[in-house]
């Protein structure tokens, strides 16, 4: 198991349960994330399905990595402006598109 992973295991108070932990942790820091990381991470993934791209198409466009455009529509990740301005621009879409509902 990961160092990192471990201390945040431990810092959680997560009971050790062996293989099982990661996905228990990864399971809190997901449900615990912000709503707007939701909203965005699902208006990103619907505009990419729209326009017929990939992941990793849209994320090489983008110059990104494919993983991050997993972890931000699966919230996982919070995204800065300017990531957000390089995704809309290869989408072809307004900033205020992805955050409209928010």
């Known amino acids: 198991m990961d160092i990192k992973l471990l201390a945040l295991v431990l810092k959680l108070k997560l009971p050790a349960y062996g293989l099982a932990a990661p996905f228990l942790?990864?399971?809190?820091?997901?449900?615990?994330?912000?709503?707007?990381?939701?909203?965005?991470?699902?208006?990103?993934?619907?505009f990419r399905r729209k326009a017929g791209l990939s992941q990793e198409k849209l994320a090489e466009k983008a110059d990104l990595h494919s993983v991050y455009i997993s972890q931000v529509e699966r919230a996982e990740r919070a995204v800065t402006i300017e990531t957000l301005l390089k995704i809309t621009k290869v989408l072809r879409i307004r900033l205020r598109d992805i955050v409209g509902d928010l």
């Open 25 to 46: 942790l990864w399971y809190r820091l997901v449900a615990a994330a912000p709503k707007y990381r939701k909203l965005i991470g699902e208006n990103i993934r619907a």
